[in-house]
Nanobody, 124 residues
């Protein structure tokens, strides 16, 4: 059973930066995709970014493209989300997820494992 633990959330002013981390354990497959999603109060969970084990070009939601960067340290089993030039609309709970497939998707139900999330709040 894969376990994912997010960290790095907090309060930041608009224009600032945060880096989220997602530590994975219990993984038995080497062919997987990891992704970041977020959910604001009263809204559906939405895709942010995803990266395949193969290191192929990551996928980003249009709303974060050019501001957020997904990366991974395979040796440390950790994925990161560097968030720059943050906006109040980035405020949400951010979730790390893993999919047992090398193909990235934007659909939450296609991911097999989820972390508990970390809160990100951007003040204006």
């Amino acid at each position: 059973q894969v376990q994912l633990v997010e960290s790095g959330g907090g309060l930041v002013q608009a224009g600032g930066s945060l880096r989220l981390s997602c530590a994975a354990s219990g993984r038995t497959s080497s062919r997987y995709t990891m992704g970041w999603f977020r959910q604001a109060p009263g809204k559906e969970r939405e895709f942010v970014a995803a990266s395949s084990w193969s290191g192929s070009i990551p996928d980003y939601a249009d709303s974060v493209k050019g501001r957020f960067t997904i990366s991974r340290d395979n040796a440390e089993n950790t994925m990161y989300l560097q968030m720059n030039r943050m906006k109040p609309e980035d405020t949400a709970r951010y979730y790390c997820a893993e999919r047992i497939s090398p193909v990235t998707t934007r659909v939450p139900v296609t991911y097999n494992y989820w972390g508990q999330g970390t809160q990100v709040t951007v003040s204006s």
